[in-house]
């Protein structure tokens, strides 16, 4: 590796890198985000009026409420996708010299590489909480009709449930995004590690998304019930009562006493076809765009 290729990019590289990274994931995998939401908001063990699997969801949205439901609320996301993804990968660059610093280590090591994914994923969790909860409440069935769009969505928020509603689930987005980076960034510093040296650029591209999708899917087993109970918070409408649960440790053991551990993993099929393949694709496209930069920007 060249020294020009080893010298960091300045921050605005990076965040223009994991930006275009981050928009170009979410074009692809929205829908499956969707039919995750669907899925993890079905309270109780079955119905019959709930989401058999990922299929019925997709063919049930389209039949009952028309192909564009799939692409429902992606505004909030698209527009703190940017931000979200570029402090992601920018994070995980400032952290690592930071604890290398720290521990006194001249390179990345294993925990470093954990601690320094958790450290981006609380860091990222700050900036999307609200977007999420604007996101969750235009994907949710029984809000169907209910909002016009982002904007009336956020005013009647605002209107109906106060300024604090915003803030609604950020504990638990903070949960899943440590144990999403954590995982996501700890492991594709193993796997690369594994995985046969790549003699070309096409190799490399290969193992970047091999080691992606991996670490995508395993952040994705651990962060999914922190998910669950971060979706049903913010989908809470205090019109229907006092919630059950705020925060995510008492919001888990409730939803496992009351509908079985296997509740905690509601929507994790969607979850995992966005999020692993997704990884792949988020890691592939913030290698190439880095790379594009050092050679040709810098």
């Not at 993890?40 to 009026?49: E, I």
């Not at 799939?70 to 604890?99: C, H, Q, W």
């Amino acid at each position: 590796m060249s020294a020009n290729a080893e010298k960091p990019l300045p921050f605005l590289f990076q965040f223009t890198a994991g930006a275009i990274a981050g928009v170009s994931e979410i074009l692809c995998m929205y829908p499956l985000d969707v039919a995750k939401t669907r899925l993890m908001l079905q309270v109780g063990k079955g119905g019959s009026d709930q989401y058999k699997s990922i299929v019925d969801v997709f063919s049930r949205i389209i039949k009952e409420e028309g192909a564009s439901r799939l692409y429902r609320g992606i505004l909030p996301p698209i527009m703190v996708e940017a931000p979200k993804r570029a402090i992601k990968f920018a994070s995980n660059d400032t952290y690592g010299p930071m604890f290398q610093r720290l521990f006194n280590s001249d390179k990345i090591t294993q925990p470093i590489a954990i601690m320094t994914g958790v450290s981006a994923g609380i860091t990222e969790a700050v900036i999307v909480a609200t977007p999420e909860l604007v996101k969750i409440r235009l994907q949710a069935k029984e809000n169907a009709g209910k909002y016009l769009g982002t904007m009336d969505c956020v005013r009647k928020i605002y209107a109906e449930e106060g300024l604090r509603a915003f803030a609604n689930g950020l504990e638990a987005t903070v949960w899943r995004h440590a144990l999403w980076n954590g995982g996501y960034f700890g492991s594709i510093f193993a796997i690369r590690g594994m995985l046969p040296k790549a003699q070309t650029k096409k190799g490399e591209l290969a193992v970047n998304f091999a080691a992606g999708a991996i670490g995508g899917t395993i952040g994705t087993t651990l962060n999914t019930p922190s998910d669950v109970v971060k979706t049903r918070i913010q989908n809470h409408n205090p019109a229907n009562g006092p919630p059950k649960y705020t925060t995510f440790l008492p919001g888990a053991r409730a939803i496992a006493r009351e509908e079985g551990f296997r509740a905690l993993y509601k929507g994790y099929v969607p979850k995992v076809l966005r999020l692993g393949p997704g990884g792949g694709i988020l890691l592939v496209v913030y290698e190439y765009v880095t790379t594009y930069m050092r050679n040709h920007m810098m």
